[in-house]
T-cell receptor, first 116, second 113 residues
Framework: EPEVTQTPSHQVTQMGQEVILRCVPI?????FYWYRQILGQKVEFLVS????????KSEIFDDQFSVERPDGSNFTLKIRSTKLEDSAMYFC??????????????FGSGTQLSVL | GNSVTQMEGPVTLSEEAFLTINCTYT??????LFWYVQYPGEGLQLLLK?????DKGSNKGFEATYRKETTSFHLEKGSVQVSDSAVYFC????????????FGKGTTLSVSS
């Protein structure tokens, strides 16, 4: 089965630094997502992306966050100036039609971000 | 707003025991309901889903029935195996394209032989 690939699996950074989390969605998928899970808490939606623009975002996704699809294969999440509370597991996901009623999201195995 | 509440873990069972993981939801309209599973070192994978009231989703021996009257979608399996050890997430989604999945906290299941 095709896979969503995320790199790196673990990222350590200093508070205030910029980080870029990388994802390679499944090649024919059209909708892309970022979620995160702070340790012991729920998996939270951050943003969805379709047709080279954000289609939906949560309150968490403030001006410190941005997403980009710089080429035909990568989908990145940038945190401009990391805070301690950004420490979490970040999951990338993709789907073909975007209708989660009818099809499943494919998730990557996550990037564990640790902000020191 | 929409939300999902699932039972706190961890759940520890012996092989061949019966499993129930409770999940209740709050939502406007008629969401779709899902169970996702995360095996160690892997991403979340769809386990089963139900898109309307009274639908039963099933896969790999797991079942869950969409109960609108109790706003529940409890996950069950009659006889668990060691290989079922994983984290299980209940989730819901609205019906528009690109709508975000709303997840519960996840329940860790540990099955011993």
């Amino acid at each position: 089965e095709p896979e969503v690939t995320q790199t790196p699996s673990h990222q350590v950074t200093q508070m205030g630094q910029e980080v870029i989390l990388r994802c390679v969605p499944i090649s024919n998928h059209l909708y892309f997502y970022w979620y995160r899970q702070i340790l012991g808490q729920k998996v939270e939606f951050l943003v969805s992306f379709y047709n080279n623009e954000i289609s939906e975002k949560s309150e968490i996704f403030d001006d410190q966050f941005s997403v980009e699809r710089p080429d035909g294969s990568n989908f990145t999440l940038k945190i401009r100036s990391t805070k301690l509370e950004d420490s979490a597991m970040y999951f990338c996901a993709s789907s073909y039609t975007g209708s989660s009623t009818n099809e499943k999201l494919f998730f990557g195995s996550g990037t564990q971000l640790s902000v020191l | 707003g929409n939300s999902v509440t699932q039972m706190e873990g961890p759940v520890t069972l012996s092989e061949e025991a019966f499993l129930t993981i409770n999940c209740t939801y709050t939502a406007t309209g008629y969401p779709s309901l899902f169970w996702y599973v995360q095996y160690p070192g892997e991403g979340l994978q769809l386990l089963l889903k139900a898109t309307k009231a009274d639908d039963k989703g099933s896969n790999k021996g797991f079942e869950a029935t969409y109960r609108k009257e109790t706003t529940s979608f409890h996950l069950e399996k009659g006889s668990v195996q060691v290989s079922d050890s994983a984290v299980y997430f209940c989730a819901l989604s609205g019906r528009q394209a690109g709508t975000a999945l709303i997840f519960g906290k996840g329940t860790t299941l540990s099955v011993s032989s």
